[in-house]
């Protein structure tokens, strides 16, 4: 099974200052045959099921912020939040679909300073 | 507007089963995998299993800690999928919610979609 690792598991940020989440992945999640990184990043606030907002890596889900990026290829990844806003405070996992198990990271929570 | 509903959820002794449903609607669904996702209460999401079209023959894939005893179907006549537990343990205690997995659109972009989930309580 691949095993995903987040860190770090907590931050606690400034508002309008930038946040970076790494997530790495214990093998390859590129699939040459499309030059795809299958890997996605969710946004999970309390009591809410998971919102995707990256996915393939370094795609924005419709409608989410700029001020999200993805980035990263075969086993290194990052999330970045370019200006945090008081709306971002939540857990962020990453998860691999590249082969089943389609395991997920143990989440980084994410909390104002 | 696609959605997902999941039901079924309830409180099962040590040992028992339960068969959870999630309900599509808005979703193509005979061409869309299903998966199931669980979360215990103020835990990480852990991946459960997977369905996958009648184009890929309704292949099942599970994860580590409920293979052979969890088993996913779907009724493509109703546009429902199944989530069938048996031999529950407390550790299986957890919201349960189906997704849709990635779904890729016309546009070449992706997105997917979740239900709300339903608690599913082994004491």
């Known amino acids: 099974d691949i095993v995903m690792t987040q860190s770090p598991d907590s931050l606690a940020v400034s508002l309008g200052e930038r946040v970076t989440i790494n997530c790495k992945s214990s093998?390859?999640?590129?699939?040459?045959?499309?030059?795809?990184?299958?890997l996605v990043w969710y946004q999970q606030k309390s009591g809410q099921p998971p919102k995707l907002v990256i996915y393939?890596?370094?795609a924005r889900e419709f409608g989410v912020p700029d001020r999200f990026s993805g980035s990263g290829s075969g086993t290194d990844f990052t999330l970045t939040i370019s200006s945090l806003q008081a709306e971002d405070v939540a857990i962020y996992y990453c998860?691999?679909?590249?082969?089943?198990?389609?395991?997920f990271g143990q989440g980084t929570r994410l909390e104002i300073k | 507007e696609v959605q997902l509903v999941e039901s079924g959820g309830g409180v099962v002794q040590p040992g028992g089963s339960l068969k959870l449903s999630c309900a599509a609607s808005?979703?193509?669904?005979?061409?869309?995998?299903i998966h199931w996702v669980r979360q215990a209460s103020g835990k990480g999401l852990e991946w459960v299993g997977r369905?996958?079209?009648?184009?890929?023959?309704?292949?099942?894939e599970y994860g580590a800690s409920v293979k052979g005893r969890f088993t996913i179907s779907r009724d493509d006549s109703t546009y429902t999928a199944y989530l069938e537990m048996t031999s529950l343990k407390a550790e299986d205690t957890a919201v349960y919610y189906c997704?849709?997995?990635?779904?890729?659109?016309?546009?070449?972009?992706?997105?997917?979609?979740w239900g709300q989930g339903t608690l599913v309580t082994v004491s």
């Open positions: 997704t849709s997995g990635l779904v890729y659109l016309d546009s070449g972009s992706a997105t997917d979609y």
């Open positions: 808005g979703l193509t669904f005979r061409g869309s995998g």
């Open positions: 369905i996958r079209s009648k184009a890929n023959s309704y292949a099942t």
């Open positions: 093998q390859s999640v590129l699939y040459t045959s499309n030059n795809k990184n299958y």
């Open positions: 393939w890596a370094s």
């Open positions: 998860q691999q679909y590249y082969s089943p198990p389609f395991t």
